[in-house]
């Protein structure tokens, strides 16, 4: 019962070799199981196979294998109670004083495209974690490891103190139950997936620690940065970061709101966003074009602002772009040439993000205190067909084409929302008002005398015609709105007094 016993059972097997050959020399005995004793074997390294210990052998295909009292009552026993002391005794059952197991490689082989449902199944671990979970409830007096990176920690301990502190084995056990919660929440995802239940009755969720920030959204607030188990596609998660500081907390919100809205389009198209919101939104035959209106669009609130293109960003444009001050440029890619003329600017982050055969994220996770709101993405997407005219006069083809140009933008704009376009791309744009004939006016302001010829879009229908009042003062000649209100025949009375166009989409996009 005073021998010292390891277990060790991995489907990771990086630095195991090493560590078993450490463990022997500190005077523990091996455990070990499947692939993991044979692989020891094969190193030279003494070790015992389960079935020495539990006295029956591995079946099922080595489904079970360590579920067995002989395994969990070594690892469960209160070492100072006689009376537990007694029962392993009579039970002829060993204390088991450390364990190194990882599991079955379950998100590997469900981020493989072509993994089959059999295939995830199988790669459920059922004995490992009952294992790390005896022993990390054990942890006063069992030292768990599920995690390469802690093996040399583990043996310093040992080699200088002959036992670990109870401070490291408390650490290790957190880590376990981390590990382990992270793994079964990946397994309900994948089977709640299965079942296409989009609002379980219990949501669980796990990310990984990316990057940890200087700090959130202002100085004095700590945070940090979590990216999804698997990697997403076409987002700031599994962006590669080519140039530049690493990014914060407000750059990261910002970018991630700035692809958000590039995606909508499949032209060339650029976007500037400053705090969340587009300050200038172009689309043309190039990228280049694109963003020659995407800076003209508002030449002051680019500054220091998130620049995103759904396109390779060539040398022509990256100069015109290396004049300014900007925090962010994210594209599909750089042309060399490019990459040397941006790089050149010390602290500007450039971020490659994959645009082509994208994920397609189906739920949005808002913390509120005490609870998360879950909603569905909203990907609604509309075409002209879609569009209903109910105004006396008819839009052409071409005005169609801008009004819902206007409206893949303020789809994206916080609420209340207005933008005013004009030859495919954004003059003014009024976010986050508290009325929507405010958020109106500023649009109007900014666009000036563009505004004269050019396109309004609203996030969400007109209570009163006051808006199409001051569209028709402006010059706008045609208006994309949800429609619905219990007022719309007094806005589309108004529209036809001016002779505006006026179409409604039937869909809103309140965007808080």
């Known amino acids: 019962m005073n021998k010292k016993q390891a277990l060790i059972s991995v489907s990771d097997k990086t630095g195991i070799a090493n560590l078993a050959k450490q463990l022997i020399d500190l005077g523990y005995e091996l455990i070990s199981t499947g692939g993991t004793e044979k692989m020891l074997l094969d190193a030279a390294i003494p070790v015992k196979n389960i079935s020495v210990i539990t006295g029956f052998p591995e079946i099922l295909d080595g489904r079970v294998k360590t579920l067995d009292p002989h395994v969990h009552g070594g690892l469960l026993a209160v070492h100072d ?47 490992g974690p009952s294992m790390l979970r005896s022993a990390a409830k054990n942890h006063r007096y069992v030292t768990v490891l599920t995690d390469p990176e802690d093996y040399s920690v583990v043996v310093e301990e040992l080699t200088k103190n002959g036992e670990t502190s109870f401070a490291l084995r408390q650490q290790l056990a957190a880590k376990v139950f981390r590990h382990t919660a992270a793994y079964d929440s990946l397994i309900a995802e994948y089977l709640t997936k299965a079942c296409d239940i989009t609002f379980p009755e219990q949501l669980t969720l796990s990310y990984e620690l990316k990057q940890s920030l200087r700090y959130g959204e202002n100085p004095h607030q700590a945070a940090a940065f979590y990216a999804a188990p698997i990697a997403v596609k076409g987002t700031i998660s599994s962006a590669i970061q080519l140039h530049g500081k690493e990014l914060s907390y407000n750059n990261i919100q910002d970018a991630n709101a700035a692809l958000q809205i590039v995606k909508e389009f499949n032209e060339p198209a650029v976007v500037a966003l400053k705090h969340m919101n587009p300050c200038g939104v172009g689309i043309g035959s190039t990228i280049y074009e694109a963003w020659q209106k995407a800076y003209e669009a508002d030449k002051t609130s680019i500054f220091g602002g998130i620049i995103a293109v759904n396109g390779v960003v060539d040398a022509k444009t990256a100069r015109e772009m290396s004049e300014i001050f900007l925090e962010i440029i994210l594209a599909e890619d750089f042309t060399p040439d490019a990459l040397e003329i941006l790089q050149k600017k010390k602290n500007i982050r450039l971020l490659m993000v994959q645009f082509e055969n994208h994920n397609v994220s189906t739920l949005k996770v808002v913390s509120v205190e005490g609870g998360l709101l879950v909603q569905e993405e909203d990907r609604v997407t509309i ?114 007094k001016y002779g505006i166009v006026m179409v409604t989409t039937g869909i809103r996009h309140f965007k808080h």
């Not at 392993?88 to 449902?117: E, G």
């Not at 109007?444 to 005398?449: P, R």
């Not at 028709?472 to 994309?480: C, D, P, R, Y």
């Open 81 to 127: 109670d006689a009376q537990h002391m007694q029962q392993l005794a009579d039970n002829d059952i060993d204390l088991i004083d450390l364990v190194v197991v990882n599991l079955y490689p379950f998100k590997a082989t469900i981020s493989n495209p072509d993994c089959q449902y059999d295939d995830a199944i199988e790669n459920i671990d059922i004995g």
């Open 383 to 496: 075409s002209a067909d879609d569009l209903t005219v109910v105004t006396k006069t008819q839009p052409t083809a071409d005005l169609l084409d801008e009004l819902l140009f206007a409206w893949k933008v303020v789809k994206h704009v916080k609420s209340n929302a207005i933008v005013l376009a004009k030859d495919a791309m954004t003059i003014g744009i009024g976010a986050g008002q508290m009325n929507r004939i405010g958020a109106a006016r500023i649009a109007i302001e900014q666009a000036g005398d563009k505004a004269l010829g050019s396109v309004l879009a609203s996030d969400a229908f007109f209570p009163m015609p006051d808006t199409v009042e001051a569209a028709a003062a402006a010059g706008v000649k045609a208006i994309i709105q949800p429609g619905g209100s219990i007022k719309d025949d007094e806005s589309i009375a108004c529209a036809d």
